[in-house]
């Protein structure tokens, strides 16, 4: 069963990033779908992603992390309205993808 899951860490405070919608697209090749949207808890998780999906499948992801909205309401002056991470699914596991943002920068990984 292939499982994604994520979480925002806000560097500029070191303190989990709440109440940011995410939205998880599948396809590639500039033909992307919305399968769902979510937004981060208070610890910054957003653990339900993909709990209410049929079976995904192997394929190719985008997850578009809203991240003015976070900034805005902090009032805090951010370079990136958004941020967007195109990832590959080939295998039926559990996909961690976290976001490490501050108002100027991003950095992201494969979690576990």
Do not use: C
């Not at 940011?20 to 339900?48: C, F, H, M």
């Not at 992801?61 to 976070?70: G, H, I, P, S």
């Amino acid at each position: 069963m292939i499982k994604i899951t994520s979480h925002i860490l806000d560097t500029s405070k070191g303190k989990p990033a709440d109440d940011v919608t995410l939205v998880l697209y599948e396809g590639g090749n500039d033909q992307w779908k919305e399968i769902t949207r979510t937004s981060t808890n208070a610890d910054g998780r957003a653990p339900a992603l993909t709990e209410n999906l049929q079976e995904l499948q192997p394929n190719i992801y985008k997850l578009r992390f809203e991240t003015k909205d976070y900034f805005d309401k902090n009032q805090i002056a951010t370079f990136y309205p958004y941020v967007e991470i195109v990832f590959e699914v080939s295998a039926s596991e559990h996909y961690h993808v976290p976001l490490l943002i501050n108002p100027f920068g991003y950095s992201t990984y494969r979690g576990s």
